[in-house]
């Protein structure tokens, strides 16, 4: 039973349920961009400062000046052969690498975002079309028992699967089918019952156009 | 006979010559002489201005963008801001403001030993930057600095709060048990293995040591380190290691030696031979190197184009290159006041375009190797404020720093003889 209840489609109503998928889309891309612009700018702001060339050409002077001062107050022999700023120049390898190496850590970081994001967004609009296709599924159904009514089956009921949006809109439908499926199967019993004439007989013809539970 | 060994021989005529005296007379400035060192004054007290932070109140060591803070260059920064606020170069409610905002920081935002601080800290922070040492000699200036300061605003809350941080420093627990006082000490290392042994500029951080009301050093301990003298061109000099002129200036600065004699010496004449034997010595070694010539003289650590350096001249160890300092000439202005005015003179008027900025005269330069410093360095800067002080306004900071009960306690434990004036 809950398996011939099961949809084999989600796309059910594609212009509806596209619709939303766009708007949740949009409006998760939105927040995600605010989100990613704010660590960028607060994670990785800090790191790329810290590690420019600059920041890195300060802090190995800071360091070599404050060696030569300690040096410059303990000399031994002749111009101080203590570690000097030349010596922090030939450094700048080193801080090369460091900018290298913080590169390299930035741009797999950036591939993995990118990555991520782009699973993320699959993962998203597979979930919106499942999520849309809970009301697009019920309205659907609606469409087609409004369509089974209008061709006079009163005899139809709604039945929604168990998880579907607006299951209250089921008990009323069928609640009104029922209604009108005993109201018309009463007239039919009444109109068997009287005489035969040629008004009687243009009703009968008029209830036949119905299909009711009761004759 | 080559050109070379004529400028020699014309050089040792002139040695000869060179008298290495200086006249004990008080040598009054021309009107233009005093308007210059007015100038310099003022545009070196705006480093200070400039590079204290307004948050933290701490002074960066030089103008170099990313230096950081350095406890001597914020001494003398609250000495200066002190000195500027009589001067009218800063008001005295701008200059209160600054002091406070500093011994706040001083007080709780800055890592301290034993009452030590320091050497070189973030100036937003008050971290310790990179390996620097707990320094002796750097927190002595800071006190120094600071008790001068609170000099200038006697009886405010500014008195009490120096005096507060004063005796927070254990001066004895930086003899690590020896007799004599360590340079500094490290958290990881522990003591540094260095111990002020001779004279240099040590003298402040000894007067301090001596006078304070708590954690005082033992008296020998003044007389523990060596006066090392040699006879230089007649004269007596008890020289500093690396014979370079800042350690002949700093503690003078602060301290009236003129009229102070231990054991014979009087530490402002003795000051004054060695001004007049870099003078010298520069002079001599002017066909070794261009920057010494002009009348243009002034040894002393400074930056240079190996980075800095503590050059110097004899008697010392005399490292040199080529490079001046001009805060060395200035700095002695109060001992030679007619050789450092004549240095200043030269200086601004044949390098002034590329030595002097918005803060005074730079660093250093050497024309030799065509170096020439783009920063100023605090400590520097500082210098020239005070000994310009002491120059023109007939000795003010010492009329302020030797009422201080400090410097009566250490005379007295150091057994200074006062000389008649």
């Known amino acids: ?215 | 006979m080559k050109l070379r060994q004529i400028s020699l021989i014309l050089l040792l005529t002139l040695w000869v010559q060179i008298p290495v005296s200086f006249s004990e007379e008080i040598v009054s400035l021309s009107h233009e002489d005093t308007v210059l060192l007015k100038r310099i004054q003022k545009d070196s007290l705006q480093y200070f201005m400039t590079y204290t932070d307004p948050e933290t109140g701490l002074t960066q060591d030089s103008s170099r963008s990313g230096s950081p803070a350095s406890i001597a260059a914020t001494g003398f920064a609250l000495a200066s801001f002190a000195i500027g606020s009589v001067n009218g170069l800063l008001t005295y409610r701008e200059a209160y403001e600054k002091i406070e905002r500093t011994l706040d920081t001083l007080e709780s935002r800055t890592p301290n030993e034993h009452g030590f601080f320091y050497h070189f800290i973030d100036p937003k922070t008050g971290r310790r930057v990179w390996n620097s040492e707990i320094s002796s000699i750097d927190t002595a200036l800071l006190i120094a600095g600071a008790l001068l300061a609170s000099s200038y605003f006697k009886g405010t809350g500014l008195e009490t709060r120096v005096k507060r941080l004063y005796d927070r420093v254990d001066w004895d627990w930086m003899r690590n048990g020896s007799a004599q006082i360590c340079h500094g000490w490290k958290p990881k290392e522990g003591f540094l293995p260095y111990y002020w042994d001779m004279y240099s500029e040590h003298l402040i951080l000894q007067a301090l040591a001596l006078g304070a009301d708590v954690h005082q050093v033992p008296e020998q301990v003044w007389r523990s380190w060596t006066r090392e003298s040699e006879d230089w061109e007649g004269n007596k000099i008890v020289y500093s290691y690396t014979g370079s002129l800042f350690t002949y200036q700093y503690s003078h600065a602060f301290i009236d030696f003129r009229n102070l004699d231990d054991q014979g010496i009087n530490y402002f004449k003795n000051s004054a031979f060695a001004s007049l034997a870099n003078k010298k010595f520069c002079l001599l070694n002017q066909t070794e190197y261009q920057t010494y010539q002009n009348g243009i003289w002034g040894l002393s650590a400074s930056l240079g184009p190996d980075g800095y350096q503590a050059y110097g001249a004899e008697p010392g160890l005399a490292l040199h290159d080529g490079t001046i300092a001009p805060y060395a000439a200035i700095g002695s202005l109060p001992f030679t006041p007619n050789e450092s005015m004549e240095a200043i003179r030269a200086l601004y008027e044949q390098y002034g375009a590329r030595l002097y900025g918005p803060y005074g005269f730079r660093d250093a330069f050497n024309l030799d190797r065509n170096w020439w410093a783009s920063e100023y360095l605090g400590i520097d800067q500082g210098i020239v404020v005070m000994m310009i002080e002491n120059q023109i306004n007939e000795g003010s900071i010492w009329n302020h720093f030797m009422k201080l009960p400090a410097v009566n306690r250490w005379t007295e434990r150091a057994k200074l003889k006062k000389q008649p004036a």
């Open chain 1, 1 to 215: 039973m809950i398996l011939a209840n099961r949809r084999k489609h989600f796309l059910i109503d594609k212009s509806f349920q596209l619709h939303y998928v766009l708007y949740i889309i949009l409006t998760l891309a939105v927040i995600t961009s605010v989100g990613m612009v704010g660590n960028y700018y607060g994670i990785w702001a800090s790191v790329i400062k810290a590690f420019s060339e600059e920041s890195l050409r300060e802090s190995l002077i800071t360091s070599a000046q404050i060696n030569e001062y300690e040096a410059s107050r303990h000399p031994v022999t002749g111009i101080s052969q203590m570690p000097s700023l030349r010596m922090y120049r030939e450094t700048t390898l080193l801080s090369q690498r460091q900018k290298e190496m913080i590169r390299q850590i930035m741009n797999d970081a950036h591939r993995k975002t990118i990555a991520l994001g782009v699973l993320l967004f699959f993962f998203i609009g597979w979930g919106s079309i499942f999520l849309t296709h809970k009301v697009s599924g019920p309205l659907f159904k609606l469409t087609q028992y409004m369509g089974e009514l209008k061709a006079g089956n009163l005899t139809a009921r709604i039945q929604f699967r168990k998880f579907d949006e607006v299951q209250y809109l089921a008990n009323h439908f069928n609640d009104l089918a029922s209604s009108l499926d005993n109201s018309i199967s009463s007239i039919k019993k009444i109109v068997n019952e009287l005489p035969p004439s040629s008004a009687v007989e243009k009703v009968k013809q008029e209830l036949s156009k119905f299909k009711t539970s009761g004759r």
